[in-house]
């Protein structure tokens, strides 16, 4: 993906205000219209100022599309990192049209309709209206349960219409067993409700920070765990430690790296438990003894084995 610069697409500078936007958008329209202009690209330059308009126009989309490209230029090879938006609290209006650059990125968040009380009025009692924000977590937190205090940026325009972030906290209850992508609803923290109407909901969607042992899927874990040559060979009974409890695994006979075991309910504690996939690697003890280099000499010449054999055949 190659990145597109929104703000020189509409030739506006980057801490333009919303007026000047809207301003920049119309003249072009004008100018690039297919059923009015006469340039050759029209069809395609509209397609790109729609796309800037888009994004620029939304304070939210604004404020996430700041927070990814202000390392970028136009044109370089663009790849947002991991989890770039947690910590954003959006609203849940309903998703605008985006062109080619934007779309994955914020097909989840929303965005669109009004943004200064972000409540969408139905009539005089009006509900207001659901945020929703990514927060990450450490994978202890579903083992053990906790709560933690959660900072979260809010898109907001000033008076003179400058896009910033306002920031907040709150504190979390996790319950044990929680997992990646699971939703905890904080009834009244969205916006505020419309002539007397109930607040909105809070949706705080749930990742996890990398953990140096386990990846995680849904409420499975995945481990890689080193074997020696002979518990492969042999088979063998294998403690691990899982946070503050230890199992034991059993390494079947003849075992092999890439094979995968199963340990069924060993992966988060949810309300029907994961499990746990350990991915074997057979770890080769090096030759830096006299001894070691003798048993492997011994296997070399005693042992009937020939790993490439299926090449020759």
Same mark, same amino acid.
């Given at each position: 993906?190659?990145? /597109? ?35 050759? $690209? ?35 090879? +663009?790849?947002?990192?991991? $989890? ?6 959006? !609203? !849940? ?7 080619? +650059?934007?779309?994955?990125? +914020? ?38 349960? *906790? ?39 904080? #009834?009244? /923290? ?17 990742? +996890? ?9 849904? #409420? ?11 518990? *492969? &060979? ?10 503050? *409890? ?12 890439? %094979? ?5 309910? %060993?992966?988060?504690? #949810? ?17 830096? !003894?006299?001894? *070691? ?6 296997? &070399? ?13």
């Amino acid at each position: 993906m190659q990145y /597109k610069d929104y703000y020189q697409i509409l030739g506006v500078n980057r801490d333009a205000v919303q007026a000047d936007i809207k301003k920049a958008f119309r003249k072009l329209a004008r100018k690039f219209h297919p059923d009015v202009s006469k340039e050759t $690209n029209a069809e395609q330059r509209m397609k790109e100022i729609n796309e800037a308009y888009a994004v620029l126009s939304d304070p939210e989309k604004r404020a996430a599309y700041d927070q990814l490209g202000q390392h970028y230029r136009a044109g370089e090879e +663009f790849q947002p990192p991991p $989890n770039w938006d947690a910590g954003f609290e959006f !609203s !849940s209006a309903e998703n605008l049209n985006f062109g080619d +650059f934007f779309s994955e990125l +914020f097909g989840r968040m929303g965005g669109g309709g009004t943004h200064g009380g972000r409540g969408e009025s139905r009539g005089f009692h009006s509900r207001g209206e659901d945020h929703h924000a990514k927060i990450l977590l450490d994978l202890e937190d579903a083992f053990h349960g *906790a709560t933690r205090q959660i900072t979260l940026r809010a898109p907001r325009v000033d008076a003179q219409g400058r896009v910033g972030l306002d920031t907040h906290t709150l504190n979390v209850k996790i319950p044990r067993g929680v997992y990646a992508g699971q939703i905890i609803r904080l #009834s009244g /923290k969205g916006s505020p409700g419309l002539g007397g109407g109930k607040p909105g909901d809070l949706l705080l969607e749930l990742e +996890f920070n990398p953990h140096p042992r386990f990846r995680v899927d849904g #409420s499975n874990l995945y481990m890689k765990l080193p074997v020696t040559p002979w518990e *492969a &060979a042999l088979g063998a009974i294998i403690a691990i430690k899982l946070f503050e *409890a230890e199992i034991k695994v059993r390494i079947p006979e003849g075992a092999q790296s890439g %094979q995968q075991l199963r340990v069924r309910g %060993q992966g988060i504690p #949810s309300k029907i438990p994961g499990d746990l996939i350990l991915d074997l690697q057979v770890v080769l003890p090096a030759a830096s !003894s006299a001894k *070691a280099r003798k048993l492997y000499e011994t296997m &070399a010449h005693e042992l009937a084995f020939d790993p490439r054999a299926d090449l020759r055949s």
